[in-house]
């Protein structure tokens, strides 16, 4: 079991919650469980079947890009972040 | 000192000093080092990104004498081209999220930028739309657009990178605040020649639930110049661990840096955690001046006071 935190954009989605939990082993299973009882989250999350090119997410911290995508594992306790991809400077 | 005298004060950006942090340290094995951009002229590292971009818009025949230039920028880009824009003598529209700290935007006026507000609770990704809108509708406009402007990171390849490169005789992980991508673009690029095993490592801010209104995911934003995969890793640090990072550089080493710089310091130690020995290389942006109106130092809930607002 991993909790999950839902950034202000999707949590209409997902009838307000800041944060749920999910179960699964890597993080697309953590998504499709997500997916699987909120599938309001499906066009936003994913691209084709993909993680959406807009969408971060970190496991403890650490963006699963520079990781193993969306294969990285998650293990019980973890926690996650959903972001959008924000600029600076 | 060799430049003791300077033509004009777009001379003095860069060369940068290179100092060793001995009591941030985690590890007596592991050395670290911090590249001090807030003594560049404007007190950030983006007076290099200003003065490439203009230079280089100024070299191709781009930029005509007089054009107005307008940019998106949290503060720091923005002031740092107010400066150049200056003594170019171009006039210039900074788009800034209207949820940045007041000394940022009394800076840009005192500089004699002209001002136009983004909707505070889309961060810096709102400005980045607007000032796209109004280049678009205005074709009398120019933009450096420091997100997707190559002089970016080109600045840091020829500039950042190339200095650390030369100070050091060994580079292990360089960490750096990820915004546009320019500096971990460039200096990554450049360290990865001299030292091909240098781990590149991004610290990235966590933004407040306030400065996220975007409507959809698909709102988010990803700079053109940034090739996350070109990143060996990109660490998410929230405000508090950035207030507190910044308070250590503060109270141990003397360092005083802005957020991001606080961000880049918590980063780097927990990389440095997991290292036995090796050399880290840690980019502040900037000093703490612009942020001292901000509510944070003293606030009970340091999260809380800073959420309404866009850090870097």
């Known amino acids: 079991m991993a909790a999950v935190r839902i950034p202000p954009t999707l949590r209409a989605e997902v009838g307000g919650a800041r944060q749920l939990e999910a179960h699964g082993e890597t993080v697309a299973d953590v998504?499709?469980?997500?997916?699987?009882?909120?599938?309001a989250l499906a066009p936003q999350l994913l691209d084709d079947g993909e993680l959406a090119p807009f969408v971060n997410v970190f496991v403890d911290g650490e963006d699963i890009r520079t990781l193993d995508g969306t294969e990285t594992p998650v293990r019980n306790g973890d926690n996650l972040i959903l972001l959008p991809a924000m600029a600076g400077g | 000192m060799a430049r003791a005298l300077a033509p004009s004060l777009l001379d003095l950006v860069g060369s940068t000093p290179l100092?060793?942090?001995?009591r941030l340290s985690p590890k007596p094995g592991v050395r670290l080092y911090a590249k001090l951009e807030g003594q560049n002229p404007t007190g950030s590292i983006k007076d290099r990104v200003a003065k490439a971009m203009i230079e280089s818009a100024e070299a191709s025949g781009e930029l005509e004498p007089g054009r107005r230039l307008i940019e998106p920028t949290s503060g720091n880009t923005g002031i740092s081209l107010a400066l150049v824009a200056k003594l170019r003598g171009y006039p210039l529209t900074c788009?800034?999220?209207?949820?940045?700290?007041?000394?940022?935007?009394?800076?840009?006026?005192?500089?004699?930028?002209?001002?136009v507000d983004s909707p505070a609770e889309e961060g810096s990704n709102g400005a980045v739309r607007l000032a796209l809108e109004l280049a678009e509708r205005d074709?009398?406009?120019?933009?450096?657009?420091?997100?997707?402007?190559?002089?970016?990171?080109?600045?840091?390849?020829?500039?950042?990178?190339?200095?650390?490169?030369?100070?050091?005789?060994?580079?292990?992980?360089?960490?750096?605040?990820?915004?546009?991508?320019?500096?971990?673009?460039?200096?990554?690029?450049?360290?990865?020649?001299?030292?091909?095993?240098?781990?590149?490592?991004?610290?990235?801010?966590?933004?407040?639930d306030e400065v996220m209104g975007l409507r959809s995911l698909a709102d988010g934003y990803v700079p053109p110049i940034l090739d996350v995969s070109r990143l060996d890793r990109k660490l998410l640090v929230s405000n508090e661990e950035a207030v507190s990072g910044l308070r250590l550089l503060l109270e141990r080493e003397g360092v005083f840096g802005g957020v991001s710089s606080g961000a880049v310091v918590h980063a780097a130690r927990r990389v440095a955690e997991d290292l036995d020995e090796g050399v880290?290389?840690?980019?502040?942006?900037?000093?703490?001046?612009?942020?001292?109106?901000?509510?944070?130092?003293?606030?009970?809930?340091?999260?809380a006071s800073m959420e309404r607002s866009v850090w870097w």
């Open chain 1, 31 to 39: 998504l499709e469980d997500l997916v699987s009882r909120h599938p």
């Open chain 2, 19 to 22: 100092v060793e942090l001995p």
């Open chain 2, 95 to 115: 788009v800034l999220p209207a949820s940045v700290t007041e000394e940022r935007r009394r800076l840009l006026r005192l500089y004699g930028a002209d001002i």
């Open chain 2, 139 to 208: 074709p009398a406009l120019f933009m450096p657009f420091q997100y997707g402007n190559e002089a970016n990171p080109r600045a840091h390849y020829e500039g950042t990178g190339a200095e650390i490169a030369e100070a050091l005789d060994r580079v292990d992980v360089l960490v750096a605040g990820l915004g546009t991508g320019g500096t971990l673009m460039g200096a990554g690029e450049r360290l990865r020649e001299a030292f091909p095993n240098v781990v590149v490592v991004a610290a990235e801010p966590l933004p407040g």
């Open chain 2, 280 to 303: 880290v290389v840690c980019v502040l942006a900037d000093g703490g001046w612009k942020y001292l109106s901000a509510g944070f130092w003293d606030a009970d809930d340091v999260e």
